[in-house]
Structures are given as structure tokens and as C-alpha cells.
């Protein structure tokens, strides 16, 4: 996933930037708690939908992401510079982090229970125990959702400071 963060990174077009300094406007900044936590939980969701298609839509809803990642570092570090941008960002950052990727972890939960039930033979991989992982992967999921949201409360109190 950090290849292709990089990636995102090294193929992003920056060159606007630069026409938005000059209109006085910031490419980064102008978003709202709402529109923060709406985009952030909406990939969360999208990491745990995985549930559904054993861990197939995490893995590739993980890619875009990491896609996405690199392209907002780049356009951050073109904008305000590195210092600058990881001055505001550690603040929230390593909270929605966390909580992606703990969506993520919920996405691959039951899948994870039944490959190990497969592959150790422990215990028989049965409906049952496929919905019990599916139920505690909700409890990850709701941990996540819970970083996510007090991450993009700080995120929104920074720009809100930074505008």
C-alpha cells in the first residue's frame, strides 16, 4: 500500500496550485466537520464491506485508498510545504489512520476466521461461526468509526483555526 501511496504521490498534476494561490484561495482548506467525517466514514465503510465479499473489496478499496493518500500528500506538500503540512496534520491524522485501517482489519475478519478454521482445523468452519466473526468484526468497526469521527472533529477545529 505504501507503493502505491507513492505512486498516488509521484503521478499527481500540482501545476493548479499554484493558479489557486494566486485567486487567493487554498486548494486544502474549506471543508466542514460534515463533509470531513462524511468522506472519511464513507471510506471506512467501504474497507469493511469487505465482510460481504471475503475480504475482496477491502483489498482493493485499500489500493484506491493508498491511491488517494498519496495524491493529498503531494497536493499538501506542493501547497503549504512538508513542515507545514505535517504541523497541522499529526493533530488528526494518526486517528484516521488508525481508523481506516482498523475498518480495514473489521473487513477481514471473517474472512480471517474462516481461512484459520480451514487451515488449522481446530475447530469446523460452519455459517455459525462465519456470523459470530461477522459480529465481533462490528465491534472493530465501531472502534474505527469512533477514531474517524474524533480525528475529523480535530481536523475540522484545525482548518476552522487555520482559515
Do not use: C
Not at 497541522?88 to 489512520?97: L, T
Not at 485501517?101 to 468452519?125: D, H, I, S
Request: proline letters at 2%; glycine letters at 12%; zero cysteines.
Amino acid at each position: 500500500m505504501a507503493a502505491i501511496a507513492f505512486f498516488g504521490y509521484a503521478a499527481m498534476d500540482t501545476s493548479w496550485i499554484r493558479d489557486a494561490r494566486g485567486m487567493g484561495g487554498s486548494p486544502l482548506y474549506g471543508k466542514d466537520f460534515v463533509q470531513i467525517l462524511t468522506r472519511n466514514v464513507g471510506a471506512a465503510l467501504v474497507l469493511y464491506s469487505g465482510i460481504a465479499t471475503l475480504g475482496l473489496t477491502t483489498l482493493v478499496g485499500a489500493g484506491i485508498l493508498a491511491l488517494y493518500v498519496g495524491a493529498t500528500v503531494s497536493l499538501g506538500v506542493h501547497s503549504v510545504g512538508g513542515g507545514n503540512l505535517l504541523a497541522d496534520v499529526i493533530w488528526y491524522v494518526p486517528f484516521e489512520f488508525l481508523g481506516l485501517v482498523m475498518a480495514a482489519t473489521a473487513g477481514f475478519q471473517p474472512t480471517a476466521g474462516l481461512v484459520q478454521r480451514l487451515a488449522f482445523k481446530r475447530e469446523p468452519a460452519t455459517v455459525a461461526s462465519f456470523i459470530n466473526d461477522t459480529a465481533r468484526s462490528l465491534g472493530t468497526l465501531l472502534i474505527a468509526l469512533a477514531l474517524i469521527v474524533l480525528g475529523a472533529a480535530i481536523e475540522a477545529i484545525v482548518i476552522h483555526l487555520k482559515t
